[in-house]
Nanobody
Framework: QVPVVETGGGEVPPGGSLRLSCTTP????????MDWLRQAAGSEWELIAR???????TYWGSVQGRFTISKDKPSDTVYLQMDNLEPEDTAKYSC??????????????????????WGQGTQVTVSP
């Protein structure tokens, strides 16, 4: 199993900003993208942003124009910059690695996923 760790959640007022981070400590994968998803209370998981291995980005739904996904290659960290947050953005946010990716540690331990490795998520709450 490959650990996926999200940080950066919290509570902000409407119009505020947060930056979420996603890492896979101890493991790296060549040519693997990353997704950000969110789940509001009582709702299904919603795919909101993707960064592909070539760096191209895609957004879905109401986050377009407000959220930005990016990757810092030296640290192998994927970010989700969230601006102009709205109460409707309140949800648990998780990152998921790309599918059909192989992650390996420096000791040569490798894991392949067909469906992506998920993190535990980080809570984002937007309220006055």
């Amino acid at each position: 199993q490959v650990p996926v760790v999200e940080t950066g959640g919290g509570e902000v007022p409407p119009g505020g900003s947060l930056r979420l981070s996603c890492t896979t400590p101890g493991f790296t994968a060549d040519g693997c993208g990353m997704d950000w998803l969110r789940q509001a209370a009582g709702s299904e998981w919603e795919l909101i942003a993707r960064i592909s291995p070539n760096g191209s980005t895609t957004y879905w739904g109401s986050v377009q124009g407000r959220f930005t996904i990016s990757k810092d290659k030296p640290s192998d960290t994927v970010y989700l910059q969230m601006d102009n947050l709205e109460p409707e953005d309140t949800a648990k946010y998780s990152c998921r690695t790309g599918r059909q990716c192989t992650f390996c540690s420096s000791t040569g331990q490798c894991h392949k996923t067909r469906f992506g490795f998920w993190g535990q998520g980080t809570q984002v709450t937007v309220s006055p």
